[in-house]
Each structure stands twice: as structure tokens, then as C-alpha cells.
């Protein structure tokens, strides 16, 4: 799929730069916002219900916008109906609900109010951006009730960066069993609470300059964390286990060439143990003639490079991995899009700036109930938002195959000419 515009899925009325689905619910939640400056631009958390249309098409309504005052958020995780938003140098816990048309009729009778923290306001003013994002969107049939069917309370804030300058928490992370709460910031330092006590567990520097991402294994065994100091760490607690060298088998590239920008765990689809790690390497420089980024899939316990391969030369600035590790998602800094098999790390599907701008996020739809029911007739599904406002679906139909019984006759009708073919030709051969 070459250069041509994906159709928006959603608009929302300020920057988008994080998006979740939760697999419980099948929510899209989408966050961004334009900071502090008084532009007028809204800083806020939408929540969008995702259905199928057809076979293969998608619509998104808006059913609820928290404000978020004057602070923009940057990056978001969710967990067990629990969201953790990076908002400068904190990280803001919100605890969210998606509420029965019984309890939201509740909410209306109450004078249409919404309980946000431990404050009571009215919906009106205050949650114009739910209006706003369904106008921005196009299509008013599409917008819900924001205050009948979500309910967002606020549960507590943490100091997650400490840079003196300019605090920033760059990335936020669960533990996959929902354990702990991972943030990294511009500090260079990795903080860990237990969750849900939010006991501070470690804090500790893991590089030099910002933490561009980080990723915990299944069983929190190992932490792997990427930094602008070029370097890619496997932590396991707070002590170093190794540090990884994705260029080792490439002696034409020099150290220093490139730098990490991303890391995440994937599973393998029937090989419950085994494990994959993947990265992502961008030049450290600018050139007039680019040189390719690069994605590397390393053994998961090893943390041995297994296979890499050259992945365009459009600046990588996001990346995900769907549930069951099958397929890669990257995002560009002009705004492409495209999903990589995995086992391969051939691209799958592609398309070129489909966004305007940089791809800040990216979410494959869950292989949760809830998930495979609105995955429809696709092999996958990923969704994406970016500093455009835009957030867009991108689909990959079901590959056509032929069943094994058809596969078989054909092979035996094959076998039958071919004897017969002999026959004419070499009378007596049988």
C-alpha cells in the first residue's frame, strides 16, 4: 500500500499523543493536549467506543472527555481499569469506570453532573471537549452521553522525574501482571512502585540523558531500558545484568552511528516459554540521504540477536507488538504507518504518511474476547494517533488460504495426470 490518506477514524480537538485499548472493556482511550500555554488548546483523556462496520470498516464515537487542566499527557498505561498518565514531571493515576445506562440516568436525574476526583462539577463548560472532539470529528449523530456511561476519579500523583530544568516523564509502563507501575523520565532514572499500594519499590539511574523506553518480561524477571546515551540495558532489579549490542554482526556500522529508540517483549504463538525481544535503531544523525533505521528480534532469555533487518529510511518514532507476538507495528516521524511479521520482520502492510505529522503511539487491538469480536475478518488491527489529532485504523484482511482436504485432491489429481502422461508417452511403462 503506497502514499494515500487512511480515512480518520477519529478527530479530536488538541494533539494527540497516546493511545490504549482496554481489553476488558474494548475502550479506546486517547490522551494528549496542547500544555500550558494559553492557546486555548485542550488538555484531555478521551474515551471512544470502537465498532465494526462491515467486514473490514471501523467507526468511533466519543463517549466521554476528562479535562485535564493545564497540563498536556504525554504517555499512557492502563491496567485493570486503572490509567497512569504521564503529565510533566508526574505521573497521574485515575481510576475509570464504564458505567450502565441505569447509573448514567442516575448521573443525569443529579443535574447531568460527573464526579471527577474527589470534586463534584457540573458537565457543561468544564467538559466541552467531549463536544468539541464529536464536532472536530465530522459527524454529531456520533457523539454519546460523556457523563452517563464513564465515570474518572482521580487516586493519586507521583513525582516521577526529578530533572531541575525541565521535568519530564517520558514513558510509563504496568508489569505484565499488573504488579507494579514502571516510569522512566528525563532524569535518566528508572522509578518502580508497587501497585496498587504505590509503595516505592526501587529509583535508580539507568542512563545518561532521557529514557527514551522501557519494557518489563512476563514474570518481572528482566527490565530492558533505552536511553539517548545510545545504549539498550537488561536490569534485573535494580542491578545491571548486561547491556546489548545490536551491531556486533554488522562491522560496516560504527558505534555511535545509531541509537536505540525502542524496546518491547513479544510472545511466540504456540511456544508458551519461549520469548522475543525487539528494538529499534535510528541514525544519530541527520543526512541529506538517510540511511535506513533498523529492527532487531533477540532471543528473550539470552538476549541474543537473532535477525536484523533494514525497516525504510523514514525516522521510526513509535512501535508496538500485538498480544500474541505475530506482528510489529512502527510509526514515522512523517507520519507513516506499517505492520511487520514478526518471525520475519517483513513488512506486511504499509502506507506512506498517512498521518500529517510525527506518529506518537500505536495500539494493536487486544486478543481479548472484546477484542477478537471487533477484529472482525482481519488478520490484524492497529490503531495510531499522532501530533495531527488524527487517530486512524489500519486493517489487515484475512490472507486467503486453501483447505487442507483441497490442497490434498489437487495433489492427487497431479499424481494421476502425471502417471497417465507417462503412460501415453512410454506405452508399457506400467
Sequence with gaps: MGKQRVPDLYRAPFPLYSIKVDPNTGLVITAGGGGASKTGIKNAVHFLDLQLVGEHQYSASLLHSHDTDTRANMNLAIGNGVMAAGQDGTCCLMKFKHCTQKEGGKAAKDGNSVQQGNARRRAGKGDRGGQDGAAASGDMSDMKDETAHISVSGLAELQSDLNPQDPLQKVVRFSPDLSLLLTGGSDGYIRVWEFPSLKKKFDFKVHEGEVEDLDMSPGNKHLVTVGRDFACSVWSG????????????????????????????????????????????????????????????????????????????????????????????????????????????????????????????????????KGRNIKGNNETAMLSVAVDSRCQMHAVPNRRSFPVWLVLFFCGLMVVGIVLLLQYLFPGFI
Design 238 to 369: 535494580n542491578q545491571l545484568a548486561m547491556s546489548l549490542k545490536w551491531n556486533e554482526t554488522m562491522p560496516q556500522i560504527a558505534d555511535k552511528t545509531y541509537r536505540y529508540m525502542a524496546c518491547r517483549f513479544g510472545k511466540i504463538e504456540d511456544q508458551k516459554d519461549a520469548l522475543r525481544l525487539y528494538t529499534v535503531q535510528i541514525p544519530h544523525k541527520r543526512d541529506r540521504k538517510p540511511p535506513p533505521c533498523y529492527l532487531t528480534k533477540w532471543d528473550g532469555k539470552s538476549f541474543l540477536p537473532m535477525l536484523t533487518a533494514p525497516c525504510g529510511a523514514e525516522v521510526i518514532s513509535s512501535m508496538a507488538v500485538s498480544d500474541s507476538g505475530t506482528f510489529l507495528g512502527l510509526g514515522t516521524v512523517t507520519g507513516s504507518v506499517a505492520i511487520y511479521i514478526a518471525f520475519s520482520l517483513q513488512k506486511l502492510y504499509y502506507v506512506q504518511e498517512s498521518h500529517g505529522i510525527v506518529v506518537t503511539d500505536l495500539a494493536f487491538l487486544p486478543d481479548s474476547l
